[in-house]
């Protein structure tokens, strides 16, 4: 009997563990469990209610009793299976319960570092690789770093596996591509929007104005008592940043954009103005990056689930 009561107590705890967990930890998702309770419920019962009356034909009978019959209702009671539902938390994919909070998991040990997101490390200082265990430079990779870094134009190697990561303004196999002419950036996944024929920065988008304009997107026209590069100077500020102070150069980005001149849209996890707020989206969801708004993966809803 103890042995029962012991492996009922040891279920409760683990069902009722999820109660610890807070619902405004970000890393902590919900569903609805169903449940039946057994409750006392009423319900109107009939009955047939007979009684002996004089009969009223033929006239021979009306000496003696007939009976009568009569359908009557009563209040009764009897057990009730309901099903109810409740709200229970756990932890979301790629997360685990310790000391009643949910903690990103790698699969992969952080050597030397700390994982700070499913699946992700964030290495030591001097620590390299997916699972922060290489000594290697960002110009070397492989076995012992014995393998020199073959990319091109400032661009890193991958200590476990080689691959390149390439700078702003380049792309290929081994960086060796400058962006096309009207892209810039990561990747070259920006295009760039400057106007009256000007070029831009394969790095960070600035437009690089014809004579004769200035502007964010080169779309002033230059004073008729100025000519070539003698125009005023002009906020750089692109995509609505405002230069702050306004007698500087530096640039207050809006929602969505970071950089120099407010050029490079939010890296993923990040929104905001100058993409300073992280994202709470889980489940494989992305946020939006001007309002942070979560956009489900498929199968999913929620504000942040």
Same mark, same amino acid.
């Given at each position: 009997?103890?042995?029962?009561?012991?492996?009922?107590?040891?279920?409760?705890? $683990?069902?009722?563990?999820?109660?610890?967990?807070?619902?405004?930890?970000?890393?902590?998702?919900?569903?609805?469990?169903?449940?039946?309770?057994?409750?006392?419920?009423? #319900?109107? +019962?009939?009955?047939?209610?007979?009684?002996?009356?004089?009969?009223?034909?033929?006239?021979?009978?009306?000496?003696?009793?007939?009976? +009568?019959?009569?359908?009557?209702?009563?209040?009764?009671?009897? !057990?009730?299976?309901?099903?109810?539902?409740?709200?229970?938390?756990?932890?979301?994919?790629? #997360?685990?319960? =310790?000391?009643?909070?949910?903690?990103?998991?790698?699969?992969?040990?952080?050597?030397?570092?700390?994982?700070?997101?499913?699946?992700?490390?964030?290495?030591?200082?001097?620590?390299?690789?997916?699972? %922060?265990?290489?000594?290697?430079?960002?110009?070397?990779?492989?076995?012992?770093?014995?393998?020199?870094?073959?990319?091109?134009?400032?661009?890193?190697?991958?200590?476990?596996?080689?691959? *390149?990561?390439?700078?702003?303004?380049?792309?290929? !196999?081994?960086?060796?591509?400058?962006?096309?002419?009207?892209?810039?950036? $990561?990747?070259?996944?920006? /295009?760039?929007?400057? $106007?009256?024929?000007?070029?831009?920065?394969?790095?960070?988008?600035?437009?690089? %104005?014809?004579?004769?304009?200035?502007?964010?997107?080169?779309?002033?026209?230059?004073?008729?008592?100025?000519?070539?590069? !003698?125009?005023?100077? #002009?906020?750089?500020? !692109? /995509?609505?940043?405002? *230069?702050?102070?306004?007698?500087?150069?530096? *640039?207050?980005?809006?929602?969505?954009?970071?950089?120099?001149?407010? =050029?490079?849209?939010?890296?993923?996890?990040?929104?905001?103005?100058?993409?300073?707020?992280?994202?709470? %989206?889980? /489940?494989?969801?992305?946020?939006?990056?001007?309002?942070?708004? %979560?956009?489900?993966?498929?199968?999913?809803?929620?504000?942040?689930?």
């Amino acid at each position: 009997m103890m042995a029962y009561h012991y492996s009922l107590l040891v279920l409760w705890l $683990q069902l009722d563990r999820a109660l610890l967990l807070s619902s405004n930890d970000p890393n902590v998702c919900s569903y609805w469990e169903s449940f039946t309770t057994v409750s006392k419920e009423s #319900f109107v +019962q009939p009955f047939i209610q007979e009684s002996k009356e004089p009969c009223k034909s033929p006239m021979w009978l009306r000496a003696k009793t007939c009976p +009568q019959y009569r359908v009557l209702y009563k209040t009764a009671y009897r !057990q009730g299976v309901r099903v109810d539902y409740r709200r229970r938390h756990h932890c979301c994919e790629g #997360f685990y319960e =310790s000391s009643d909070a949910c903690v990103p998991r790698c699969a992969q040990e952080c050597v030397h570092g700390r994982c700070v997101a499913p699946e992700q490390c964030q290495c030591e200082q001097g620590w390299r690789g997916s699972d %922060c265990s290489s000594e290697c430079s960002d110009r070397s990779w492989g076995p012992n770093c014995q393998s020199p870094c073959t990319c091109l134009n400032g661009g890193s190697c991958d200590p476990l596996t080689g691959a *390149c990561t390439c700078p702003p303004g380049y792309h290929g !196999q081994e960086c060796q591509e400058t962006c096309a002419t009207g892209t810039y950036g $990561q990747g070259c996944q920006l /295009n760039c929007h400057c $106007q009256n024929g000007a070029g831009c920065s394969l790095v960070n988008g600035t437009c690089l %104005c014809s004579p004769g304009y200035a502007g964010p997107h080169c779309e002033i026209l230059c004073p008729n008592s100025t000519h070539g590069f !003698q125009c005023p100077a #002009f906020c750089p500020c !692109q /995509n609505g940043g405002i *230069c702050h102070p306004s007698s500087s150069s530096k *640039c207050a980005c809006p929602p969505g954009w970071m950089g120099d001149i407010c =050029s490079t849209r939010c890296p993923i996890g990040h929104f905001g103005s100058s993409c300073q707020e992280e994202c709470r %989206c889980h /489940n494989g969801g992305q946020c939006d990056p001007d309002s942070g708004q %979560c956009r489900c993966a498929p199968g999913y809803l929620g504000e942040e689930k």
